[in-house]
């Protein structure tokens, strides 16, 4: 059911840029892309989403291609308690929007 | 202000019994999803209420059931339980549906173990 693809891992240094890379091909022309992420043992948490404009919050920023078939999250100077599972998702507004979450990525941070 | 709120946090069944999870969504906040997650399945979407009314449903057995009420406080339940029901439930609150406002807020799950 999920739309997006994404590595099942990624490492990245400390102190370095995270992009973590996402492939939504099927994407539809008013359907966002969401970005959340799960650390261990708690609930999921909103980073960021977009349509097609890129967008920078506190936390990240979100670089979506001119086709919008995919996009890469960005997280400027990761730290250890970044290490986290990531998720790209495109909700299916054909099924009612609901959320689909993936695998995602699961990006370990080391020092 | 408060977070989402699910209750219990842990608990134990065993086959055959059902169970009854509760979440109190922020305030304010009219929809309410479910989710389980196993390591085998990851996240996988249960249901989505919104106004007390099921808007979405995913792909599990009707022994998988909730409600929402008119304080937006939502339950969900399990009947008959088997093994393979042992998860993490998550619960997720926001405004509006949540393919529409792009944010939900999760709990911190009621992680169910059957025995």
């Known amino acids: 059911d999920a739309k997006t693809t994404q590595p099942p891992s990624m490492d990245c240094a400390e102190g370095r840029a995270a992009n973590l890379p996402c492939n939504h091909s099927?994407?539809?022309?008013?359907?966002?892309v969401y970005w959340y992420r799960q650390i261990h043992s708690q609930g999921p948490q909103y980073i960021i989403h977009g349509l097609k404009n890129n967008e920078t919050n506190e936390m990240a920023s979100l670089i979506i291609t001119e086709d919008r078939k995919s996009s890469t999250l960005i997280l400027p100077h990761a730290t250890l308690r970044d290490t986290a599972v990531y998720y790209c998702i495109a909700p299916n507004y054909n099924q009612g929007g609901k959320l689909i979450f993936g695998q995602g990525t699961e990006l370990s941070v080391k020092p | 202000k408060a977070g989402v709120t699910q209750t219990p946090r842990y608990l134990i069944k065993t086959r055959g019994q059902q169970v009854t999870l509760s979440c109190s969504p922020i305030s304010g906040h009219r929809s309410v999803s479910w989710y389980q997650q196993t390591p085998g399945q990851g996240l996988q979407f249960l249901f989505e209420?919104?106004?007390?009314?099921?808007?979405n449903k995913g792909n599990f057995p009707g022994r998988f059931s909730g409600r929402q009420f008119s304080n937006s406080r939502s339950e969900m339940n399990v009947s008959t339980l088997e093994l393979g029901d042992s998860a993490l439930y998550l619960c997720a609150s926001s405004l509006a549906p949540g393919g529409n406002t792009g944010e939900l807020f999760f709990g911190e799950g009621s992680r169910l173990t059957v025995l």
């Open positions: 209420y919104f106004s007390e009314t099921q808007r």
């Open positions: 099927t994407i539809s022309g008013n359907e966002y």
